[in-house]
Nanobody
Framework: QVQLVESGGALVQAGGSLRLSCAAS????????MGWYRQAPGKQREFVAT???????NYVDSVKGRFTISRDNAKNTVYLQMTSLKPEDTAVYSC????????????WGQGTQVTVSS
């Protein structure tokens, strides 16, 4: 059984910073892609950033230059450093990992709320 547990969501003023964490636990053989997605009220979930096992990163245009995704493979953890936050970044942020146990599949965290006040 694999679990993803997120932390770091909070209420922050515009221009502020937050760091989200997502740690995977369980019978994990390997993790390929780790990523962050977000869902704002009344909107569909959208891609934010991903990082491969080799360290290649990809970002949605709206966060480029403000957000940084990183990972600690020894801890099975992915991070999202968010700076220069804007009210439009307000959303529930969820992590996603492609994990191999006895099979390869996608896992999701429960989500953490980020609220940016103007």
């Amino acid at each position: 059984q694999v679990q993803l547990v997120e932390s770091g969501g909070a209420l922050v003023q515009a221009g502020g910073s937050l760091r989200l964490s997502c740690a995977a636990s369980g019978n994990i053989f390997s993790i390929s892609v780790m990523g962050w997605y977000r869902q704002a009220p009344g909107k569909q979930r959208e891609f934010v950033a991903t990082i491969t096992s080799g360290g290649n990163t990809n970002y949605v245009d709206s966060v480029k230059g403000r957000f940084t995704i990183s990972r600690d493979n020894a801890k099975n953890t992915v991070y999202l450093q968010m700076t220069s936050l804007k009210p439009e970044d307000t959303a529930v942020y969820s992590c996603n990992m492609i994990i191999k146990t006895t099979a390869l599949r996608s896992y999701w965290g429960q989500g953490t709320q980020v609220t940016v006040s103007s």
